[in-house]
């Protein structure tokens, strides 16, 4: 079967065109929200980088030292159950997107894992609602991570 991506359909109209050219995936505004709070915290990191070159992918986060990395699930492209609905035009397609990006994510998780990286996953909503807890939990598992580093 061919990749999801070379199957896209048209767009269904001019103005989806459009919003869907200027959708670059890249520095949203919820990705700044939490970097801005993680940084009034104290917390140094990096932004949009691979954790490793072994694996590929971004995350919106990365804390190299603690071997931590932060992904910011936007609602509708990693399929949030809470938000996530499927538009009518081209919906099958959609779905099975969104599924495939679901099953990257895992894949990239795992491979991640397995050479000893956290990983945190956080829900665009959850940020946007409560931006200063999953900035504190994010903090925690940071100093938390450190700390370990130093024991051994």
């Known amino acids: 079967m061919s990749s999801i991506r070379t ?3 048209a767009a269904s109209s001019a103005t ?6 200027a959708n670059t995936g890249v520095e949203t505004r919820v990705e700044r929200l939490l ?3 993680l940084h009034k915290n104290g917390l140094r990191f990096r932004k949009d980088t691979a954790p490793t070159m072994d694996v590929r992918c971004k995350a919106d986060v990365v804390f190299v030292s603690a071997k931590i990395c932060v992904f910011i699930d936007g609602c509708f492209w990693h ?4 938000h996530f609905r499927a538009p009518k035009a081209n919906r ?4 099975e997107k969104v599924c495939d990006n679901q099953q990257r994510d895992r ?4 491979e991640l894992r397995s050479q000893g ?3 945190i996953r956080v829900w665009e909503h959850d940020v946007e609602a409560r931006l200063s807890q999953v900035a504190t939990r994010i903090q925690a598992r940071v100093a938390h991570a ?3 580093h130093h024991e051994k």
């Open 16 to 21: 989806v065109r459009r919003i869907m050219q």
């Open 92 to 95: 099958a397609w959609w779905i």
């Open 7 to 9: 199957r896209a359909p």
């Open 117 to 119: 990286w956290t990983v």
């Open 146 to 148: 450190i700390c370990e």
């Open 107 to 110: 894949r990239q998780a795992a």
């Open 35 to 37: 970097r801005s709070a």
């Open 79 to 82: 399929g949030c159950p809470k």
